[in-house]
């Protein structure tokens, strides 16, 4: 970054890591309020920064490498695109990469990503090694009975269940949802030793029907 103009490292990436998301609402509000001046454009310097609460929230790096800068998500995007050239190299339709040893290569990359992602993915507070992909979507397709069988009423608007059936079902709902939800942050390839469970449709929110892919949701309830 005090080199300038490298030919990959975005900045941004680093500070927001650093700094937090909302040091860029708050430079943005300082830029509108304060961009243009006599002697031309105003940049804040460090003492401004200070003065607005802009200070490292991390100040250690998140690994050894710049692609520990990166959201789980964006590794995901990079593994998705290394598995492109993969198939491009077996398909034959690659105008760069032919061999055996170019997908060797790829897939030593692939491996290198897959460990970084695990490595910046936010530790599980529930065990998930005793779910398959196939327990995650029976979960799924328990919650949403759940949901339709909360959200019943009578005509007073009270719910057509018994109180204690009522509390019971809410407590499992809500066990269910937190592990959706943990599974949801876990890497593609935690669940890739277990089968792909089929598509299942959430209840309707706004009007459109969300679902659960690939054996892991997608989408919570």
Do not use: C, W
Request: aromatic share 10%; no cysteine.
């Amino acid at each position: 970054m005090k080199k300038g103009n490298h030919p990959f490292i975005d900045p941004i990436k680093v500070f927001r890591y650093h700094y937090g998301d909302n040091a860029f609402d708050i430079i943005g509000k300082y830029m509108d309020e304060n961009a243009f001046s006599s002697s031309g454009i105003r940049y804040p310097n460090r003492f401004e920064f200070r003065k607005r609460g802009i200070v490292p929230k991390n100040k250690n790096a998140p690994g050894n490498t710049y692609e520990h800068y990166s959201l789980p998500g964006e590794i995901d995007q990079q593994i998705a695109d290394v598995d492109k050239v993969i198939k491009t190299i077996e398909d034959g339709n690659n105008p760069f990469f032919k061999t055996k040893e170019d997908i060797k290569n790829q897939n030593i990359k692939r491996a290198n990503l897959v460990k970084i992602k695990n490595e910046i993915t936010p530790e599980s507070k529930i065990d998930l090694t005793q779910y398959s992909n196939d327990d995650l979507n029976k979960l799924a397709e328990e919650g949403n009975e759940l949901q339709s069988q909360l959200s019943l009423v009578d005509e007073d608007g009270s719910s057509t269940l018994p109180y204690r059936e009522y509390q019971e079902k809410s407590a499992r709902l809500e066990a269910i949802n937190k592990i959706i939800e943990e599974a949801k942050l876990m890497p593609e390839e935690f669940f890739d030793q277990q089968l792909s469970g089929e598509i299942i449709p959430f209840p309707k929110k706004n009007g459109k029907t969300d679902f659960a892919r690939g054996g892991i949701v997608e989408v919570l309830i």
